[in-house]
């Protein structure tokens, strides 16, 4: 069966001068208002570096054009990935996090130009902002991202942030390194009101990823119309060389309000991390990119709530390298849906944030 899907392919975020030119880590969604607003870690010299800051644009037309993009976090560290979520009555939250300086130093494929900016920045960073803006940081918007409250520390790290409950409130499943620990746990938190977070439980890991060596990490979740969460987890090995089973996507389910969970299951052989969306349709849509050649964005979707998936759908497989990927999606108001992500416009181009608009394909 044919698994390409066929797409209307555009441009959200494109910066072709200068050398702060690299765009990565997208999220979308729709605005209280009924726009729609996506967000990413732009502005950087490459895949790692201390010049990351979160930036923002607008579509009014449903994802055909988008505003000049507004740079909302800015620290002093690398502001790196970065989620979108409405939620409550009327507000926004956007997540992003940041990496210690020694990571950001710690690159090796910097040009010796590049690294002596790279250094000559990060002397400049104190010891104090590095221990104040570290980790998760997130700010929120009370009046549609025309302005944004302080930035707070989130309890854990995802790349697409949190997700809406069937209340309104915030569930952010997520990783984090637990104080004396040194591994990443998977966690679920929920907030009311995006300042207080409540911890509700820890995935496990699944036999499979014990036995391999696996990391879970960049989970994404979301709750379905019965109670139940869903949750997708990049789960990865460090083996080398780069094989099928270092990349991929596992399930965890809880059927208690996040509190306890199943095993994770494996559901693909290669890509991640995933972004989960719930169509209208009642269709469950599961988006990742793919790092091993033909390198690209994929999908699965589900029509019985995640107990099976139809896998490995492809949006786009242009990719001039693996240096894409991490796709989120959002539903139009014709049904269509729109899917963000980052990749390469062509070889030696700098990473730009693409769109796909797409149909889900009949069964």
Known sequence: ?????????????????????YFGWPSVTR???????????????????????VALTRSRDEGKTWSPLEVIMDTPLDDRDAGIMAFGNGKLIVTSFNNTRA??????????????????????????????????????????????GPILKAP?????GPSRMNDGSLFYVGSCIPKGETEYVVRTFRSVDGLAWEMLGEIPLAQDAIENGYTYCEPHGIQLPDGSILVHIRAQTNSKPYS????????????????????????IERGSPPHLLRHSSGTLISVYGCRDKPFGQRVMFSYDNGKSWDVDYILRDDGPSGDLGYPCSVELADGKILTIYYQQMGEDKPCSILSSIW???KK
């Open 1 to 21: 069966m044919d698994k390409m899907i066929a797409t209307k392919n555009g441009i959200v975020m494109h910066q072709p001068d200068g050398i702060f030119n």
């Open 31 to 53: 605005s209280p208002n009924g726009e729609l607003l996506a967000v990413s870690s732009g502005f950087r010299l490459q895949h790692v570096c201390p010049f990351g800051k």
């Open 103 to 148: 990571v950001q130093r710690g690159i090796s494929n910097h040009t010796p130009e590049r690294k002596a900016i790279v250094d000559a920045y990060l002397n400049l960073v104190t010891d104090e902002q590095e221990a104040t803006y570290l980790g998760s940081t997130y700010r929120i918007s009370e009046d549609n991202g025309i302005t944004w």
């Open 156 to 160: 854990v790290s995802a790349p697409h």
């Open 244 to 267: 099928a089973h270092v990349f991929t996507v596992m399930q965890s389910v809880s059927t208690d309000g996040g509190r306890t969970w199943s095993e994770p299951v494996r559901l």
């Open 359 to 361: 149909e889900l394909p």
